[in-house]
C-alpha cells in the first residue's frame, strides 16, 4: 500500500505570498492532520479534516486554512507568508477507530518551505 | 492541559549500549501513547504505541511501557546501533475527544558511535 505523499517536497517563497501544500494520504484513510515543525517550536498541530470536515484546529492565526476533497485529498494554505513560517509540514493520514488501532497516525516525508 | 515533557538531548552512546529516553505526560482525559522517530530529511515514523495502562509497545528491539501510576512512558532498546541515529518524539493523543490530534513533546535526538 503506498503511503501518504505530500507535494512539492520543497518549496521557496517571498514574504507575502501565498502558497498551497497538498497532501494525498493512505488508501482508505479518512483523516487528514496536519504539523508544522521548526527548531524553535517543535512539531504543533494545525488542523484534522475527516470526510472533507475540519474536527479540530490548533493556536495558529487565520492565514493558515484547510480543506478536503471527497477522495480524502487535503490541501492547506498559507496567506501572506511571514519569514516565521518557514518550517517542514507534515501531513499525516489515519483511518480512525476504537480499539487496538486508535487513532495511530502515518506520516509524509513533509514540504520543507522556505521563506524569504 | 494535554502535555509531553521528553529528556532533553542530544543523548550520545556507543554502539551496543543501553539506551532509555524519559518521556512523562500529563492528560485530562484517556491518552494513547506514541513514540514516532524521524531520520534526517525525512518525515516521521510510528515507532511503537501502546493504547491501555500496562500495554507494553515494543518495535525493532524498542520497547516501552504504558505507565499509568507515573505518567510515563519511557523508551528503552538493549543494544543500539548506528542506524538508530534519528530523533526520537514521545506523542500522545486522547482517545474520547474524537480528534487525531498528536501532542508531541519536544523530541530527544540520539547519536550513536561506532
Known amino acids: 500500500k503506498a503511503g501518504v505523499t505530500q507535494t512539492p517536497r520543497y518549496l521557496i517563497k517571498t514574504r507575502g505570498q501565498q502558497v498551497t501544500l497538498s497532501c494525498s494520504p493512505i488508501?482508505?484513510?479518512?483523516?487528514v492532520s496536519w504539523y508544522q515543525q521548526t527548531p524553535g517550536q517543535g512539531l504543533q498541530f494545525l488542523f484534522e479534516y475527516f470526510s472533507e470536515t475540519q474536527r479540530n484546529k490548533g493556536n495558529f492565526p487565520g492565514r493558515f486554512s484547510g480543506r478536503q476533497f471527497s477522495n480524502s485529498r487535503s490541501e492547506m494554505n498559507v496567506s501572506t507568508l511571514e519569514l516565521g513560517d518557514s518550517a517542514l509540514y507534515l501531513c499525516?493520514?489515519?483511518?480512525?477507530?476504537?480499539?487496538?488501532?486508535?487513532?495511530?497516525?502515518?506520516f509524509g516525508p513533509g514540504t520543507r518551505l522556505t521563506v524569504t | 492541559g494535554n502535555s509531553v515533557t521528553q529528556m532533553e538531548g542530544p543523548v550520545t552512546l556507543s554502539e551496543e549500549a543501553f539506551l532509555t529516553i524519559n518521556c512523562t505526560y500529563t492528560?485530562?482525559?484517556?491518552?494513547?501513547l506514541f513514540w514516532y522517530v524521524q531520520y534526517p530529511g525525512e518525515g516521521l515514523q510510528l515507532l511503537l504505541k501502546a493504547t491501555k495502562a500496562d500495554d507494553k509497545g515494543s518495535n525493532k528491539g524498542f520497547e516501552a511501557t504504558y505507565r499509568k501510576e507515573t505518567t510515563s512512558f519511557h523508551l528503552e532498546k538493549g543494544s543500539v546501533q548506528v542506524s538508530d541515529s534519528a530523533v526520537y518524539f514521545c506523542?500522545?493523543?486522547?482517545?474520547?475527544?474524537?480528534?487525531?490530534?498528536?501532542?508531541f513533546g519536544q523530541g530527544t535526538t540520539l547519536q550513536v558511535k561506532p
Open positions: 506523542a500522545l493523543t486522547i482517545v474520547s475527544s474524537n480528534t487525531g490530534k498528536l501532542i
Open positions: 492528560a485530562t482525559g484517556y491518552p494513547s
Open positions: 499525516a493520514s489515519s483511518l480512525p477507530s476504537l480499539g487496538e488501532w486508535s487513532y495511530e497516525q502515518y
Open positions: 488508501s482508505g484513510h479518512r483523516s
